[in-house]
């Protein structure tokens, strides 16, 4: 089960990765930036999940299409 971190701080709120990988990743209704969706967020940090095997993939499509590159699996 892949981990994944956003590096919030540095989104530049282009919409690539909620697009590439809409079940994981949305865009936050408060602040405009990118965050790990209510159902797969841990400990409800909006930068931080868990994601099931089989969005491992979107994911990884995500992290690697993000321009600024603070999408971080492991
Ligand atoms: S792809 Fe990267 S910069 Fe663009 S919204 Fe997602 S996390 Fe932010």
């Not at 994981?24 to 930036?33: A, I, L, Q, V, W």
């Not at 690697?64 to 603070?70: N, Q």
């Amino acid at each position: 089960m892949p981990s994944v971190t956003i590096d919030r701080d540095d989104c530049i709120s282009c919409g690539v990765c909620w697009t590439s990988c809409p079940e994981f990743f949305e865009e936050s209704p408060e602040d405009g930036y990118s965050k790990v969706v209510d159902e797969y967020m841990t400990s409800g940090d909006p930068a931080r999940g868990e994601a099931p095997d089989d969005l491992e993939d979107c994911v990884q499509d995500a992290a690697d299409g993000c321009p600024v590159e603070i999408i971080h699996v492991s």
